[in-house]
């Protein structure tokens, strides 16, 4: 099958459905099922018959020759585990938004997501890349603004501006490296090429940094995630900030080396205030959504200090807890926009005595809980373990500091056991129904799953990721 | 000599034949069809000539005023719709500078009988506007051309890329009589209100096809010279581009009449069409000119027509008035939003490309600073672009469509207006076929 259509039938497919598919027809969840199935099996597929080293090459169309802006597709390790990741997040979503109203435009809008985001990962032009970068805003725009909670409005305009000014910097830096190496070809461009590699590093990254995102540029972050609807979050935190996360190691780590190196400390340093900094404000917080988010940016700014080590180890460690943080934090925002849903209420002091009321539910919670603190035998410990050792052998002793983030974490998210799951039961929990529709449960199951069985065999995990970087090292990456 | 300008211009003439007859558009679309075959053949008189890139735009500009003639409501402008083809032929192949200055002042004299449709005063006052500014600029013109001729300059020759004294100063006034049509600021205080205020078809074709029409000609009447002798004015340039796009991208901001939003973007358009001309000595700037001219051509036209249907059909005026109108017509609100998406710059849309290429064309001219504040520029006009979708799809429907549902019910049909929804279908595949196959457009340089 031509790889294209993996970017191209999600967009037609979505534009058809939408059009002629009558409002709320049930068939369309199964078809966005089916698709993203599909892609499922392709990307497994494509793992399989990944040379050992370098690039697998797929495609090549739309040449111009005179500004080499070529279609050309191509995956290694690293794109194929995003776009696997990418594609159980999408069938995750589909199953945890069973009962959505307005469906035919919602899974429309889901499945032309699946398009841009494939081309993300599996495009090397840099300007077919920032095409689809782009494009995946657009229906994030949609589903936040359209499925949203109050403060949707804002939330979504700013989502919109917010990355969109920011991927403006990108674009910039891929002009200056077009100027400067007359390609666009990110597998060729090396960075002694290049004769402004300084101005590149800093475009690139406070472009992907708003992404991923880094302190101080995470304040759309908060709005997006509190006013999307759960299952939207669980693709913003699972996918969307993955890919800015993708980029930084493909585009900023891998490709410029030499300025990576000699910034780190930038990397090392806002990484941690990342994580300090929203940790604290998750305990601060009061919203239980909110101090959720607070706790997927805190996860991120551990990303972020294993992408500064800029090592082996440190890489490997931060692409596991990219996918552990995926796993992780997509139960907390489905169990929180659930019980918003249920309650009417955001507040964490409404929603005391969860316990008796939700027994599988605040299960579930506790397990995420306790893995996003990073309890051993789930995928977190592990996660925060090797990233605390790869930072430790790159930057000294200091990082033990890191192991006191994760403390905050415990913190904040023990003292909202003792607030949500076992304080006395309120009011609102007491006269709320908390029965959730089977399909949308099993997706939490599934999380729950995930979680337990690569925090028992994270080898299952490591040993793919190892291979990426592997093949990266060796292909003149890092060193 | 049969071309592709004799055919308009003589259909322009016979269409007056057919007027308040059911004839007239199969007639005029039937010559705008065997304009479009013969774009590319030259006029046949000396100082025009065509080239590969004339071909294609010619031939873009008879689509798109085949798409203009298509939309309802529009007889009475039809004659005029193929003057105005004719004349913007002769603009784009003119090569000397007399040829330029008389299809210049052909294409705004026939703008100018577009525009006196005059209904209402508020049309009435944006006519004058345009007739003053108009008349202004013509002025400025031909002092430049009086000047080019002191200094030694001849009229029915290319110009010279090596004029200096008298003649370099002449043509840099000529240039800044032009840029009162392309509405660079600080020249660009008419197009606000004319924009607004006279009949929207007719505001989309005087931004959409006029405007472009006249930045292509120009520029390649004036990229030589500017490619020789910038270095004396490439920082008054850029100045004016970021000047232009700047206030007109904040000024948009702040409106609540769609019109002028629409009305500022497209000064804030000009400024990056300005840009082609900062980077005129990078050998992108000519296809950069290009693509804007032609994304802008399709999306520009596109979105004044649609708001055009829009004030006949439900009486919209505010933003307020669109809330919900992704419910109440979802072909209309589609059609509206992937413009309003390409002329913000989203990619897969030839408005994407186009910044794109411009921008390209200046980073490769070296200034890499300008094409940041373009860049920041283009995101910030998002805001307004996605403030109009806002409206469209997440707001409570407004009353406006609370009537027409009634209507519907009472009348038990929609109103008719296949044709416009043809004609929009007609520019959204130009939109989409630029913002995602480039070759055509490199290849023609």
Known sequence: MNPVLMIVAPIVLSGVLALFLK??????????????????????????????????????MLTVEKWDFVLSLQVDHLSVIMLILTSVLLILVTLSSWTMKGSVGYFSLLIFFAGPISGVFMSTNFLWFFIFWELTLVPMF????????????????????????????????????YKETGTFDMTLVKESMLASPVLIWWLLFIGFAVKMPIFPFHTWLPDAHVQAPAPISVLLAGVLLKMGAYAMIRMVVLLLPQQTEAFSWVILTLGLITLFYAGFMALYETHLKKMVAYSSISHMGLVTVAIGTASYAGLSAGVYEMIGHALIISPLFLIAGFLHQRTGSWYIKDMGGLMQKAPYLSTIFVLAGLAAL???????FVAELSILIASIERFGMGMILIALGSMIGAGYIIWTFRRVIYAEQSTLIEKSDFKMHRIEFL????????????????SLLFDTINTAFVALSTAGGIG | MISAFSILFASALLSLLFHRTIWLKPFTLIALVIGMCLSGTAIGISGFETSQATSLFEFILQWVLFALVLHDKNETSITQILFIGAASIALLQSSTLISFVISFEALSIISMVLVSQIRTPDQAEGAIKMFIAGAISTGILLLGTAFYLMGGGMLDKAIDIHADG????????????????????????WAMDTYTLIRHSHAGLLTGVAKTVVAVATFKIFSGFLAVQIEMGILLLAFLSVLTMTLGNFLALFQTQISRILAYSSIAHAGYILLAFVGVKSSYASTGLLYMAIAYIFMQTAVFLLLDTLAHRYNIKSLDDLNGLGKANRVLAFFFTVQLFSLAGIPLLAGFLAKAVVFYAVVDAGLWYIVLIALLNSALSVGYYAWIIKHIYFDKPSTLFAQEQTDKHKTGKYANEKLSILSQSMLLLGTVFFGIFASLVFSVI
């Open chain 1, 23 to 60: 409002k709320d027809t049930p068939i369309i969840k199964y078809i966005a099922l089916g698709f993203f199935s599909f892609m499922l099996l392709f990307s497994i597929k494509l793992l399989s018959s990944l040379p050992k080293v370098g690039y697998l090459d797929l495609a090549k």
């Open chain 1, 142 to 177: 949609f589903l936040v603004g359209i499925w949203g909670a109050e403060g949707r409005i804002y939330a979504s305009i700013k989502f919109f501006l917010y990355t969109h000014v920011a991927s403006m910097f990108i674009l910039l830096a891929f002009f200056l490296i």
């Open chain 1, 374 to 380: 990073g309890l051993p035998a789930t995928m977190g």
């Open chain 1, 443 to 458: 997706a939490l199951l599934l999380f729950a799953l995930g979680i337990v069985v690569f925090g028992l065999f994270p």
């Open chain 2, 166 to 189: 008298f003649a370099s100063m002449g043509i840099v006034i000529m240039l800044f009589g032009v840029f009162y049509k392309l509405t660079i600021v600080p020249m660009h205080g």
